[in-house]
């Protein structure tokens, strides 16, 4: 079928009724329960992990297994639906190749030799090897990579035996330089999931962002009802995705070049008087510099830059400032692209701060404030003094960063890390240049991975300890601070398959072989949740009954006469110039600088997600891996025929640095992306033994970014700067 805007509007029809529909369901679904229960079906709301998005979700279980997971209607984040990678929670329950025992390496790390280990003996070695570390390095030299929600119990686990050193890929590899740009702007990020006002927009306008694609269940459903409401789209893309091909407006830009745009849009903005001047006089600083600093900018001179006409561009930033103040410039999720990528996500923000989008109707909205406190009356953390920071190079890095932990590792500066903890992260492919990685991991005296599956990380492990799945266990509490506070719990719906284990358990028994019981006085997973939601005033039988809690701020999530809103900057106002980069040695307004384009014969490497997979995460669920088995590369029609490509050759990858793809990708020709870039699903490329569905399949990104620019301001590995040809074989 065509799918057009206006049939994507007819199903926005059905899919707003169905989210009318969901709002009446929670009593029916509630008594469906009770009944279900009496004819002994069994209904336990939890919520998904098979992506950070954490959808309220109902599992049924007939017979002791489950048979079906659907939406929660009192989810605000899934709202009565899961996306497709949701619903195949079964395929990550039942997947034989998961993780089923404790396992030691006595082969050497990347050349394993597996042990099955009984949990006793496994976290023996690990206890007894932080206990060598700490008394030969301190606390400090012991680092967690971390992805998901269980990562809580894990650095829970690292402060209490006195180390700092947590981490996550999700900041310095994907969406770090947003949060800064946006911190360094209005005192504040966008949050995650961030705080559009999707739904109530009158102008869209998504840079590289591909929403659909990238299922973020709400946040779809809420940029479907904006649109079904009549906001302009405007998509800034070198691919014609899937939400492109939705929009008013699809500006295929040159690679590389969004920062010239954003700074002629502001430029406009500015010179044409475009801004809301009430909302900038009142709460933002610096219009004068930021005016100056932009002056060069000029429609013509983005033209060149970027391949987007001048007029398109006037066009835009015009019908911008008619839709203020209810537009929403999105500030993406990955956003390590160029290096110089602080700065374009400054020059968003300054670009929603002058159109007054920031606290208004259809803009961004102010969340909530509250949460729930953490489990009451444990000890204060200890503190070791004078350790110097990992991180001193990138001044404004809110997280500690990755690549740092990884560096401190190979250099033992400024202070040696000599045992890594990796909780459901498979670092082989979420950081760049894996030869670093793998000299780093040479270095430690301890590698322990906790995972589900064995993914490609698990051979480089000296201890491997396999958690069971989130259908399986309790978990920390999701807290998702939207303009109402979401409390979701995650109950086991049935007990954990072989001998795989929760979080909650595996560091309770750490930390009592470490002598840290006094951290973890839980007697299970449900007691430290029960004290939790005590503790914050939440009826926890409710919780287990609903799986989600609703509660209202109170406040208006705009600005609204009487609720000023304050800025956590050094000014107190939105900083359009900022004195605080000034200060380090930065550019306190976005400068342009140009990047490298792609030599003769080579085109830029451009990933994404693919809306059936969750990265690697997922490539190997046997309902998925059905849909979607591999990842396939897209080649600019025209490019591909004139070097004697078609459809479905099979081919590898070389990149102008010199590093091959271990394995090969089918080209799909296609009209809709530039002619100097190629375009793949990230998550594929997986060489992991034991991932029988995934491996060996298609090519990963990750496999030939090495050597990446890093952003000064933060220490985010842009990863849009590999040039890249497919080379025939055979
Ligand atoms: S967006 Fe999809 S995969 Fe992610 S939590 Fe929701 S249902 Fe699960």
Redesign the pocket.
Known sequence: MKFSRRTFLKTVGVASAGVTAAATMPERFLSWAEESAEAGVKLVPTF?E??F???GLIARVENGKVVKVEGNPLSL??RGR??G??NAALGALYDPDRLKYPLINTGTRGAPVWKRASWDEALGVIAGRMEKIRKEHGPEALALFSHGTGGAFWKHLLKAYGSSNYTAPSFAQCRGPRDTGFLLTFGADVGSPEYYDFDNSRHIVLLGSHLGEN???SQVQDVVQGLARGARLTVVDPRLSNIASKADDWLPIKPATDLALLLAWIRIVIVEELYDREYVGKYATGLEELGAAVAEYTPEWAEKETDIPAETIVRIARDLGKSAPHVCIGAGRYAVWYGDDTQRSRAIAILNALLGSWGREGGYYLPVSGGVPEYPGLPEYPHSEGVPRLDEAYPFASLQTTTSIRQASITGKPHPVKGWFVYGCNLMKTMPDREETIRALANLDLVVAIDVLPVDMIAHADVVLPECTYLERYDNLSVGKFKELEISLRQPAVEPLWESRPSWWMTRELGSRLGLQAYFPWKDGEEYLARRCEAGGVEFAELKKKGVIVRSGGASPYIVPGSEPTFDTPSGKIELFSKQLQEKGFDPVPKYTRHPQPPQGYFRLLFGRSPLH?FSRTTNNFLLADLQKENSLWINSRKGRELGLKDGDTVQLETSAGVTSPGTIRVKLTERLREDAVYLYHGFGVHAAGMTRAGNRGVGDDELIAKPTVDPIMGGTAMRTTFVKPVRRG
């Open positions: 998904c098979l992506c998005w954490n959808c984040r899934g899961l996306c990678r949701g299922a973020h269940n969750t």
